[in-house]
């Protein structure tokens, strides 16, 4: 596969960008090899500088669930921006997004739109210890919920001791706040509030975790986690960022039957534009300004093309989409396991409606971040830039989603899975 320009490219970009990118995980560290410059995308293919063609799971990380150059957001965008592309002031569209919110998500009574999923998560944090006058929160081991300071933390030496920082340039002061703890262990949740629960402003969680590959909540997890909460104060966050509007209409929340007190959303409602949103019950988002104390702001906040953007695709989403959606991933996902089970390698997939993970491994089950440390991360490698090769464009790192999205056809299901066979083959 010629690659040319996408080498010269990316020598060129790491003058001027640290790294040559501007988010880590494009760089192509976990798979190796030169990342990709993109040209186009239409439906579930990506054409790329030099001329070659994929078919996509990686929709931007999430947000191109009906694929890229989606008819109806592309004549939104259109439209708004003779208009003008931003005010600075509220707009209808604001008004007609929180209310779409509101309505497909059930715990959300009011939200405010941001421009990250990054900001929501930070904001949802302030907006817990405001709520609460409590500093202690708890995230989860192998749950990513951007870069915050408060939440680029990681466990400390013990399960229930401060969390360190997990990148330079966050303080010790800040990060020893937060405790990190494993990932569906409703044993270390329940012990860490009996110990300190009246302490503890929120609890972060992605239901379905998505940032270690796809690791589903086991029966009782999430429950563990809004009992114990609710019987000390503190707040349950659910950051449906990635599983928002994905997994079913209303999320993981949805999909669970949990009731978050916040939750974070970004990535689909934005229908790729920059957006992140955070909502929650009217009494705890009154607590903002200008209704209340807590400060939060935002000059691109509820951008009018973001905001069309996001509702041309939302507006899209009925029920037929997602019996769609489950439908293909399950395709996906037998005809994968299919091919590695008549080529002999051992492979596990988690997956739930529009997400999915290939987990290289002889473990019956991938439930935790110490099951999937266990995974085989370098025939993850090779599997990737065989389909690359192939012209099928997986997530560049072993600790990531794949997202099949209302695009994806019985064509291009029925094409990958070819594809993976030989991949596959070339593992043994
Ligand atoms: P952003 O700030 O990247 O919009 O959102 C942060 C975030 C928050 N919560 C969850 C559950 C997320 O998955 C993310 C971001 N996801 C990563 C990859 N899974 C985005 C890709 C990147 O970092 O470039």
Known sequence: MDQDLSQQLFKRAQDVIPGGVNSPVRAFKNVGGTPIFFLSGIGPYLADVDGNHYIDYVASWGPMLRGYSCEPVVHALRDQSIRATSFGAPTLQEIEMAELVVDRVASIEKVRMVNSGTEATMSAIRLARGFTGRDRIVKFEGC?????????????????????????????????????LPFNDCQAIEETFASMGDDIACVIVEPIAGNMGVVPPIDGFLESLRKVTQKHGSLLIFDEVMTGFRVAPGGAQELY????????LGKVIGGGLPVGAFGGTAEIMDQLAPMGPIYQSGTLSGNPLAMSAGLALLKTLDDEFYSNLEECTTTLVEGLLREAQATGIDLQINSVCGMFSLFFTTQQDVLSYEHVMQCDAERYRKFFREMLNNGVYFAPSPYESAFVGGSHTSMEISRTIEHASRALQSLV
Not at 153 to 160: E, L, R
């Open 144 to 180: 990513f919920h951007g870069h915050g300071d408060s939440l680029l933390v990681k466990a400390g030496s013990g399960v229930m001791t401060l969390g360190l920082p997990d990148s330079p340039g966050v303080p010790a002061d800040l990060a020893k706040h937060t405790l990190t």
């Open 257 to 264: 039957g949990v009731t978050p007190d916040i939750t974070t």
